[in-house]
């Protein structure tokens, strides 16, 4: 049985309606049964899955026994897309994934789209949360947009994303869109948590692999050349000419799926319909031919792996013994008396002797 529990909502998301806000608001006043948050949130309620996210996000440890009872009720779906997007600020990420989004709606998908924003766990201020982005899926009812996830790493803003992922699928949502700046080790982060990867790009002048780097070319399953209207259509073009016989260096990614380069205009919502048609005719061959269900079931162990890798660091790095002992050995190996694999063994055996 599960325990009814209060459950603290200490922001309220502004994407949220004003309606679902004051839901959020009388809730925080009563006590809240966990299998009542469970009950609506599989009935696609909005406001139940923003309270299910902040649950478990929130530090509090009566709140990880509850998100803990929460998450393994959910059974893992496999019948949702998870799409990664990357791209560096400016190339058209948000009003792509606007144009995007309200196509695969009109499809018949209900579309969340989550962010990895390495930024924010500096600034508390999330570049990629502005609630002014997306005015126009925000409003549609088959859509839920959740800005960046917390976390002081980036390992831990990936499990909470994939966590809130989870939330996201049993809510109905099955076009799932994790978008992240085209900067540093989120793009690994955002590859290892999606199904398929999308890197928009701009046409330069000239030199088309100058400014995209080379483990972001290797890891996308498809480039989109953004921005493809009035005068940069030629360029767009040319660009993709250059970068399609760019990635037919690099070995495929799949014995089935050849890496591809498209263009599109996101303000004009021209191309989309050829960037949804491609990634939806991956997601049924890899289906049906057991890519797609390999490739998750690594992606969990390697999530398992990471989590583990984590939980005992922070237990070893937290434990007394090790903690009292931590300074004089860092002494003793900045002097020279010990070496590193001494200094470990020291640890290792304190905290195994605790
Ligand atoms: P983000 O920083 O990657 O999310 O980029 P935004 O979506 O905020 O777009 C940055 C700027 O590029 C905005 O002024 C958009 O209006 C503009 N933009 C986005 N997509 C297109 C497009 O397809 N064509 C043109 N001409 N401008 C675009």
Redesign the pocket.
Known sequence: MLRANSIVVDAIPDFLSSDAAQRIKDLRKSKIDVQQLQTDLRSGDRAALSRCITLIESSLPEHKLEAAQLLNTLEPKQNTLRLGIT??????????IEAFGLYAISKGYKVAVLAVDPSSQLTRGSILGDKT?MEELVKSESAFIRPSASGTTLGGVAASTREIIALCEAAGYNFIIIETVGVGQSETTVADLTDFFLL?HLAGAGDELQGIKRGIMEMADLIVI?????A?VKPAKRAQAQLKSALSLFPPKTNFYESKVLT?????HSGISDVFDEITTYFEQAKENGHFEGHRKKQVLKAFQSMIEQALLFDFTNNPNVKAKWETVVVDLETGKITPRTAVQQLLELYRNA
């Open positions: 791209g560096v600020p400016g190339v058209g990420k948000s009003t792509f982005r928009l953004n921005k493809a209207d009035g940069n599109a205009s996101a303000l004009e």
